[in-house]
């Protein structure tokens, strides 16, 4: 085997990586705007100008691209337990907070397919099930870490004010992108400033 041939499985690898990148990066436009139901992998492939056959090639059945989608749109905030424990979980909040009006379109993602998730039948429903679990679950742990060095209250329930900051982070979220005119950063700031008191 000549030596020129060693580097071609490495090039091929990065290509297919590249690929699905793409397939998963139009496949967040699509379901973003239409939804898991309302967007076909007929759409996807034609957003890359790729035929059916090459895109099912990567990502053989919708729902495997669906939760690549969902996984890939979680990653983005792989900095955030470490951060949050470091400078208390109101600054890591506000800093996603802010990250997250740059990528409007893996926000509405999120909140159209939970939406849809929550018919039990539909293919996302248990990993958003577990993606709030471990969610309220990161938020207590931070809690627990800001009441070990004085940030919160410790008459403060870490579990109960953790689904607050989930449930107010989607519902303010949500109601910026029906309304991107309105900044609710500050409504944002000034409910955590309430639940997590020192």
Avoid at 125 to 131: A, D, L, N, Q, Y
Avoid at 171 to 196: A, E, I, V
Wanted: net charge negative; hydrophobic share 40%.
């Amino acid at each position: 085997m000549s030596t020129s041939t060693v580097p071609q499985p490495r090039r091929q690898y990065a290509k297919t990586a590249q690929r699905r990148a793409d397939i998963i990066e139009a496949a967040t436009t699509v379901f973003s705007s239409r939804g898991y139901h309302g967007g076909s992998l007929r759409d996807i492939a034609r957003e890359l100008d790729l035929s059916l056959t090459s895109l099912v090639h990567h990502f053989p059945t919708k729902s495997e691209l669906l939760v690549a989608v969902l996984e890939h749109a979680d990653s983005q905030a792989t900095w955030f337990p470490e951060y949050a424990e470091d400078h208390g979980l109101q600054a890591a909040t506000l800093k996603l907070w802010g990250q997250n009006y740059d990528h409007p379109e893996l926000l509405r993602l999120l909140a159209i397919v939970a939406a849809e998730a929550s018919a039990p039948e539909h293919p996302a429903h248990t990993w958003f099930v577990h993606r709030y679990q471990r969610t309220v679950e990161g938020f207590a742990e931070a809690i627990r870490n800001d009441q070990s060095r004085g940030r919160i209250s410790s008459s403060t329930d870490p579990t109960s004010a953790a689904r607050l900051v989930a449930a107010t982070w989607d519902g303010l979220q949500l109601q910026w992108l029906l309304d991107p005119s309105r900044d609710l950063t500050s409504d944002f700031r000034n409910h955590l400033s309430q639940l997590l008191a020192p």
